[in-house]
């Protein structure tokens, strides 16, 4: 059931953004209703470049998410200001381990896998003179660091049935799936993390992710 008093959410996402993935599913299993403003990263030299953007957000990055009259940046903040003003369903356990165990999952997709491998850091190795075969090296590289450090998590958690933590979706598998999808994009072998991948698939079974996923989107091409 959608909330009786709807809030002016207004999200500036691109369809291909894992930042903007995870607030798109946040969003949706919170069930509130927003606006998408597509930002395109590579048409005219990238529309998250012009200067009624960068007004917005001064990173000149995606998702920024317009909540009445604030503007607020950089997913897991923003993500994380959904879960406290909208506490239902819940986005993070209810114990303090539990919440810990969550945040290290998403920082370590968030922090340390996906700053290395994001569109910017593959552009520059290409303006480097980096050929493809050497950045498809880097990238599955930074991928199979940390997706072996989550498989391990998860594996371990005696907590992590059917999601990364518990029977319900959390931060963690807001951050999980964009990744996950970026991978099998860019064709990085998954054998390796078959609890990744059953978290991955189950996730996919809900309206909540598959109405995040870049297809789609509005400004999916």
Known sequence: ?????????????????????????A??????DYTAI??????????????????????????????DAQILTQSLAIIEYLN????????????????????AMALTIA????????????RHLQDLGVDEAARTE???RW???GLASIEQRISNNTHSAPFCHGPTPTLADCCLVPQVYNALRFQSPMDAYPTVMRVYRHCLTLKAFAAAAPEAQPDHE
């Not at 059931?1 to 599913?25: E, G, H, K």
């Open 138 to 140: 880097w990238y599955q």
């Open 27 to 32: 969003l949706n299993i919170k069930q509130l």
């Open 143 to 145: 991928i199979r660091e």
């Open 1 to 25: 059931m959608r909330r009786s008093v709807r809030p002016l959410l207004n999200l500036y996402t691109y369809f291909r953004s894992s930042a903007a993935y995870r607030v798109r599913i």
């Open 84 to 103: 406290d003003c909208f506490p239902t369903p819940a986005l993070l356990p209810d114990t303090p381990l539990g919440r810990a165990q969550v945040r």
């Open 111 to 122: 922090c340390d896998m996906h700053p290395l491998n994001n569109l910017r850091v593959l």
């Open 38 to 67: 597509p930002i395109h990263l590579l048409r005219s030299g990238g529309e998250h470049r012009a200067p009624a953007y960068v007004a917005i957000n001064p990173q000149g990055l995606v998702p920024s998410l317009q909540h």
